[in-house]
Each structure stands twice: as structure tokens, then as C-alpha cells.
């Protein structure tokens, strides 16, 4: 959950640092978006794992 709430926040931050710079504001929400798969996908949501089953 922790992980989750600082990806939402390291998001907004690369969002307004996107339109800060000049860049489109297209440029700023599919950054945002990346980081927030990213930070998501490492494990603030479902631990990392996207469905898959521990093969062992």
C-alpha cells in the first residue's frame, strides 16, 4: 500500500516536472503513466506477480 501511495506521488511529481519543462501535456500523462506502471508492477499491487503461479 505504501509503495503504491509513493508511485501515485513520484507520478504527479514527473507529471508537473513534464509541463514545468515546456513538454506537452500528452508527453507528461503518458510519463506518469509509466511510472506508475513501474512502481505499481514491482509490487505495490498483487506483490509483483501479475496472476502467475509460483512454479516450483
Known sequence: ?????????VAA???WLC???GLPAIVGIVAAILVLIGG????GLAGGRLG????L
Do not use: F, K, T
Not at 1 to 9: C, E, P, R
Not at 40 to 43: A, D, I, K
Not at 52 to 55: D, F, K, L, T, V
Open 52 to 55: 502467475g503461479r509460483n512454479r
Open 1 to 9: 500500500m505504501i509503495q503504491l501511495l509513493i508511485a501515485i506521488l
Open 13 to 15: 511529481l514527473v507529471y
Open 40 to 43: 505499481v508492477g514491482s509490487g
Open 19 to 21: 509541463l514545468a519543462l
